[in-house]
Nanobody, 127 residues
């Protein structure tokens, strides 16, 4: 199963990006958790946010402020993460991941908990 991540690019500080993760249709109709992780240059992959199917529950990393918003497009089997007021500290590769089924919130932060991963999309914030 391959998740399709897109929407990254270069943006100036203060700008916005909307990262999209397309999910295969046969999974989209089941219970699942979608997670977003990011990997800054020279650092490990860290949890950003997760959301259960239909957006019922959303969890954020402690360091994440209200600049991040989830969006869902059920017609395209897509879950998106919008990031506003980007800063150079947001630079990195952003990955979407999916776990089939549900799970305890503390599991959402674990990379190993997820069953499938997207290829990553690069976000570069600089002037």
């Amino acid at each position: 199963v391959q998740l399709q991540a897109s929407g990254g690019g270069w943006v100036q500080p203060g700008g916005s990006l909307k990262l999209a993760c397309q999910i295969p249709g046969y999974i989209f109709i089941k219970d699942y958790v979608i997670g977003w992780f990011r990997q800054a240059p020279g650092k490990g992959r860290e949890f950003v946010a997760s959301q259960t199917k239909n957006g019922r529950f959303t969890f954020w990393a402690d360091s994440i402020q209200d600049r991040f918003t989830f969006y869902r497009d059920n017609t395209k089997n897509t879950v998106s993460l919008r990031i506003d007021n980007l800063s150079p500290e947001d630079t990195g590769v952003y990955y979407c991941a999916l776990h089939e089924g549900m799970g305890a919130p503390e599991s959402h932060r674990l990379r190993t908990w997820y069953d499938y991963w997207g290829q990553g999309t690069q976000v570069t914030v600089s002037s």
